[in-house]
Each structure stands twice: as C-alpha cells, then as structure tokens.
C-alpha cells in the first residue's frame, strides 16, 4: 500500500507540474486528495475550462484586431476621394464590434469559476486572479471599443483629430492587455520548476512582453509628435536588455523539452485514463519546441526594432521598417495564441 501510494504520488506529481507547463489560468484548490482515478478527470475539467477562458480572451484581440483597424485608417486618408466607401468600412467595422461585445459579455456571463483541483497546492495562486480579473479586462476593452466608434464617426464628419485618437487607444488597450498576461506569468512561474521548458517559455514571453511595452512607449511617443532619436533612446537600450535576457531563456528552455519527455515515458501509467493523460502530456511537451520557435521570432522582431529605434533615422523612414515589422509582429502574437489554444486542447479532449 506504501509503494502505491508512492508511484500514485509520482504520477500525480508529474501531471500537476505539466498543468503548470501549460500555463492554466486556474482554481483555488482543495487540500490535496490522492486518488489516483479522479487525477484524469480533473486534468480534463481544468483543460475545458481553459478552452472557454480562452475563447473569451481571444474575443478581446478581435476587437482590436491589427489588419482591420489599420485599413480603416488607411481608408480614412481618402476620404475625399472615397468617402461613400469609407462610410460603409466604418459601417461594417462597427457591425462588427458590436456583435464581438454582444459575444464576449455573452461568454463572460456563461464562464463558470475554475474547476476545483484535489491533487495540487501548486496552482492555487495561478487560476483565481486571471478569472477575477477578466471582467475588468473586458470592460476596459468594451469602454475602448465605444470610444474607437465615436472616433471613427468623428472622422466621417471631418475632424482628423479622431484618427490620433484611435491610434492612442489601441496603444493604451495593448499595455493593459501586456501587463495583465505579465501579471498572469508572475503568478504562474512561482510555482513552476525550473526543470520545466514552460519555467522558460514563460520567462521568455515576459521579457519579450516587456520588450513590446517600451515598443508601445515608442509608439505613443510617435502619436504625440515627440519621437526623437533622445527621447526614444532610453526606450530602445530597455528592448536590448530584455532581448538579451530572452536569448538566454530559449536557449535554457530548448534544453528542458527533451529531457522532460524522457521523465515523463519512464512514468508508469496504468489505468486506461492514465495512459491517455500520459500520452497528452507527451504531445503537448513535443508542442514546446514550436511554441519557442514563435517567441523567437518575436524577439527577432524586437531586436531588429530596438535597432532601428537607435539609428538616427527620419521618422518616415522607421515608419516603412516599422509597418512590416508590426505585420510580423501580429502574425506571431496569432500563431502564440493558437499554439497555446492546441496545448490546452489536447489535455481538454482526454478520453
């Protein structure tokens, strides 16, 4: 009986650090009971809840989605020329953002608290906050998303004034969007060992997130017409020291993944529902070596903007490198979210 309960603890003690790999947003927790066939059952309950947490999360992005918002901005330049056809992007954008928050009040009204989890401490400080937070978060971008309107039915009436306006929102929404995830990842990295890939794929998306707020900063700077090689220096050299911290985190997270997954082969499963949890965490532990890939790209994209942001350059000539940039850059913040979303599916759709 002593053994079993000892092998049970190390079959437990493996999964519950792989929910800290995946980087739930989870539950306040009950004190630990180690019964080995409900072990399964919750891993899945936490991994459907992290799928409607994260479908409502992704709802906020598409509000402020990067391509849309810009080719309205483009269109307002010709509005002149155009502006029956600009009336009508607005038209449908605003359709648009009115069914997104007709859709995220819905889902955030439908999203139960976390799953209580029997067979961990660990993540009693990681799951609640994010859960807590999320109406505030939400409000904030409902509250951004009326003044975006407003803005654009200013510019439909000739006041341009509007289009500054919209440019200094999306920048204010992604800060609070940033330090709300950095806020998360905080949380979350307590209680992850640092034998862990995701220990540094989350140290890894801090530094970058950091990285992208002093590009945020940059940014601002530009919209207030104070964008000078002095004032966006101390911004730029803030990048270079998170970039390089960001090098040395994928660097040590590569060198997790394989020897985790040879940890968790040698774990013996076997219960019917172990074996399928097991075989889930493996293919998610696999899905590590694409998810750094991506935040390497993303520091890649901070490293040449830091770069750029040093060179004495005219502001025309940053802003030509700094649109393909930002279009790689979003790309990448998709791909991060999706890769995430297919980690969490795969623990969610245990049988």
Known sequence: MAFQTCRTRKFISVIRSFLLL?????????????????????VQAIGKWSQQYQAVYAQILDIYD?????????ASENIENDKAGFDKQVKLWSEH????????????????????????KDLKNVYAPMYEDLPGIISD??????????????????????????????????????TAENFTITATLVSIPKAHPNYWLLKMMAADN???????????????????????????????????????????GRAKIQPMIKEMNRVKAKTTSQKNLKKAVVAALQEFRPAFDIEEQILD??????????????LEEIGEQEDILASRYWNALQERLEKQRFRTNLIANIQ
């Open 141 to 178: 971008t409902i509250t951004s998303a009326l003044h975006l309107k407003t803005a654009f039915n200013r510019i439909r009436k000739g006041d341009n004034s509007g289009v500054t306006e919209i440019l200094l929102a999306q920048q204010e929404m992604a800060k609070r969007m940033i």
């Open 210 to 252: 950091i990285s992208g707020l002093s590009e945020v900063d940059i940014t601002i700077l530009d919209l207030l017409e104070n964008n000078t090689l002095e004032t966006r220096s101390p911004f730029a050299r803030k990048m270079l020291v998170e970039n390089k911290k960001s090098e040395n985190y994928l660097r040590k």
């Open 97 to 120: 953002v009115d069914k997104a928050v007709e859709r995220i009040e819905n889902d955030l009204q439908n999203l139960p608290p976390p799953p209580a989890i029997t067979f961990s």
């Open 66 to 74: 990067f391509e849309k918002l810009n080719a309205l901005i483009l």
């Open 22 to 42: 995946l980087g739930f947003m989870g539950a306040g927790l009950a004190q630990p009971v180690w019964a080995e066939n409900s072990v399964a059952d919750e």
């Open 301 to 314: 994209i901070n490293s040449d903007l830091a770069q750029l942001y040093l060179q004495d350059l005219s």
